[in-house]
């Protein structure tokens, strides 16, 4: 069985270690079975807005969530790093990682967002947008057959 690929935007990734919640329970205890990738805008913004915040956080702090992030998720690169032909330049960068291809030819099942814009898109190429929850609740994290 193949775990399911999915991308979370960096808003996902704020919330699950900023806020103790229902996004913090999905990514700690739903999202384990998934390869999660994310690009380096995603991990730069997340960065910023730790630093940035009202979080609180120190130095040490943000430095062990970044480590953690990427000890949970594949960092990759697409080529472009932005997608030219997405309508919404801000998202641009997960318009690219959306349609990425993996060196196996797979790509990402699954964008999982908080961003109501992406999420009236429902999808970019094959990769279908969610909500964290909806995509936990539907069972889609689960391995396929």
Not at 71 to 92: G, I, Q, T, W
Request: with cysteine.
């Amino acid at each position: 069985m193949d775990p399911r690929i999915v991308v979370v935007d960096a808003n996902i990734l704020i919330s699950a270690y900023g806020f103790d919640g229902e996004v913090r329970r999905y990514w700690r205890e739903s999202l384990w079975g998934c390869k999660v990738v994310i690009s380096p805008e995603i991990l730069i913004e997340v960065e910023s807005r730790l630093r940035n915040s009202a979080f609180n956080l120190s130095g040490q702090e943000i430095k062990a969530i970044l480590l953690d992030i990427l000890h949970r998720c594949e960092l990759v690169r697409p080529n472009p790093a932005r997608d030219p032909s997405f309508k919404n330049a801000k998202d641009s960068h997960l318009a690219a990682l959306a349609q990425y291809k993996l060196p196996n030819g797979a790509s990402p099942e699954f964008l999982l967002t908080g961003d109501e814009a992406l999420l009236q898109e429902r999808k970019i190429g094959t990769c279908e947008i969610l909500r964290i929850g909806e995509f936990c609740n539907l069972g889609k994290h689960l391995p396929q057959n």
